[in-house]
């Protein structure tokens, strides 16, 4: 039997708290991580209000004066964590990585808002938040659609993605520096990417580093440069939520420029469609090609409200093809694809975060059924296997690290709050 009441939930964000920030497992994790903090304000917002809010402050410490926010913060050198900032080498104090990750804080920022209403926080956020998103704009936008470019597979945050298989080819990865993997020391080796996938994330890195982490250069020239389907569908919405702050502090000056990053987002999206595949999914850049795959992060579509009536029909056949076959949804990658995994990261695991923000475009656009499958299968595999990193879609063990902040964190949020979409879905809590 596990141990699955929101006091475990609560002592689990307790205890993965270092002073301010929440590290997202001990060990295998050890920093403070970017979307992870900000799934863990949700969580925290269930009890801690105050908590919450100083989750999203301290994550901006890291940011840096372009308005970019890395994907890790490094306040302290952890050897059980490889590549740490001996690695990376940015430059910059805190110590960061020179990537960044999904941009969910803008979406989470609204919801701590919404629930109370404290304005001094928000003031002092908001440009923060807007600076990273003018960040995204200016960088990661090549085509002028609205459409997010990634640099990395981890900036994406489903790290080793079948998605990234093939863009990741090109990639030349002879001249990695010699190194030791830590992850493999916390989790089983059947659970984690493969040596090959590694060394390629490491040359990638290692490119960053060589042209001292100038974003332009990298967005130009960087081996790796994938249209990322989740990165996209997550900045438009985030982009929403900003938009309906920008408008609760008046601040007019930056409205249209949010509103026009919405709608070249909102028609930008149909360069993802994948006609034979009936979904959106990612794009190399470099190869100009689909990736052909619907994955998990297809299903946000709903989440960023875009997507025709036959685009939805087309996606909605998807759902139901997996969700007839596979007793958890959602699985990262879809199990009649040749990549699926059931146990190895993003190659077939059930993310709880995922499940989160798929659920909540669902209840939005009015489909209670498929966003409650989705809902109750999240919870049964937490009270199933406990606070896991992710879990099999077959069988329901759970994979990863233990003891996880966002699992934790996104039970809370369904057992306990849901405030800033209740409104809207009514049955969520
Ligand atoms: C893994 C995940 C990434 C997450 C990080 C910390 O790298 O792929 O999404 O942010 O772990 O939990």
């Known amino acids: 039997m596990t141990d699955t009441t929101d006091k475990t939930a609560q002592k689990i964000l307790r205890a993965n708290d270092r002073g301010g920030y929440t590290v997202p497992t001990p060990g295998l994790y050890p920093y403070q991580w970017n979307w992870d903090s900000a799934f863990a304000a949700l969580g925290f917002a269930t009890f801690d209000l105050n908590r919450a809010w100083q989750e999203v402050e301290t994550l901006f410490q890291g940011q840096w004066t372009d308005g970019f926010l890395p994907h890790i913060v490094f306040r302290v050198d952890e050897p059980s964590y490889f590549p740490g900032p001996s690695i990376w080498r940015t430059g910059v104090t805190p110590p960061t990585s020179g990537i960044t990750q999904p941009p969910v804080v803008a979406t989470v920022v609204r919801a701590l808002f ?5 304005r001094d926080r928000l003031e002092a956020l908001y440009p923060k938040i807007l600076a990273w998103h003018r960040w995204f704009a200016t960088y990661r936008d090549p085509l002028n659609n609205g459409l997010v470019m990634t640099s990395h597979p981890w900036e994406t945050g489903r790290d080793n993605s079948p998605e990234w298989d093939v863009p990741a080819r090109g990639v030349d ?4 520096e010699p190194y030791e993997r830590r ?7 059947d659970m984690r990417p493969k040596k090959d996938d590694y060394d390629r994330y490491i040359a990638i890195l290692e490119f960053g580093r060589s042209v001292g982490w100038n974003h332009k250069t990298i967005a130009e020239k960087g081996p790796f440069r994938v249209l990322d389907v ?8 985030a982009n929403r939520d900003l938009l309906a702050l920008a408008e609760a502090l008046s601040r007019s000056d930056d409205v249209d420029f949010l509103r026009d990053r919405i709608e070249l987002a909102e028609y930008g999206v149909s360069y993802l469609w994948d006609e034979a595949i009936g979904a959106f999914c990612s794009r190399d850049l470099i190869a100009d090609k689909s990736s052909g795959m619907c994955t998990s992060t297809s299903f946000l579509a709903l989440y960023a409200d875009v997507g025709s009536v036959d685009q939805r029909a087309r996606l909605f056949e998807n759902f139901k093809r997996i969700a007839t076959t596979t007793r958890y949804m959602l699985p990262s990658t879809d199990p009649h694809h040749s990549a699926f995994d059931s146990k190895r990261y993003w190659r077939g695991p059930v993310w709880a975060v995922v499940n989160l923000m798929a659920a909540i475009g669902f209840y939005e656009q009015g489909y209670a059924l498929e966003a409650d499958r989705i809902r109750e299968d999240t919870l049964s595999l937490i009270k199933k296997a406990g606070f896991f990193e992710a879990f099999d879609p077959i069988s329901g063990e759970g994979t990863g690290g233990p003891d996880f902040t ?9 057992s306990g709050l849901g405030q800033h979409f209740k ?3 009514g049955e969520m809590v």
């Open 423 to 425: 409104d809207d879905i």
């Open 406 to 414: 966002w699992t934790a964190a996104v039970w809370l949020y369904w």
């Open 173 to 176: 990865s002879s001249k990695v």
């Open 183 to 189: 992850d493999l020391g916390h989790v089983d080796s």
């Open 114 to 118: 919404e629930q109370d209403n404290n």
């Open 230 to 237: 989740g990165l996209s569908f997550i900045l438009l919405r």
